[in-house]
């Protein structure tokens, strides 16, 4: 297990400071860079701790929020009691169509916004209408466009 060059922790840091501007804490943001290029691929909360050179605590909130979305996963060694965490083969997948989900949501919502602006004159009602109008078409688009990307996905294996 060799530690991570200069150029490798540049580029955890670069994928950090890119999900911080998605709203996510810039150690999960660490923790996706590092799984992303770590050798092996599956990290104990305290190799992840050591490399990132931070807090066994921030490795275990960071893993808390980035599992429920699908993209990183913990796993277990048989005989070791200890727990480990990769990208998820299909993580990234996972995590968009757990996104594309939100869409339909979001839509529902402008719905109801619509609806209880029924009476409105339209200048009123435009921004929402716009809204919903984009979350409409995402939800009808996404679907289709991560079908074509596993179909590509198929085709190239």
Partial sequence: ???????????????AVF????????????????????????QSAARLAEVLQVSRSSISSATRMLTPSGLVEGVRKRGERQEYFRIAADGWSRMLERRYALATSFRQVTERGLRALEDAPPERRERLANVHELYGFLETELPAMLQRWRDRREDLA
């Fill in 1 to 15: 297990m060799s530690e991570p060059t200069e150029d490798e922790l540049a580029f955890v840091d670069d994928v």
């Fill in 19 to 42: 999900f911080e501007r998605e709203g996510l804490p810039l150690i999960s943001g660490r923790v996706i860079g590092w799984l992303l290029i770590s050798d092996p691929p599956e």
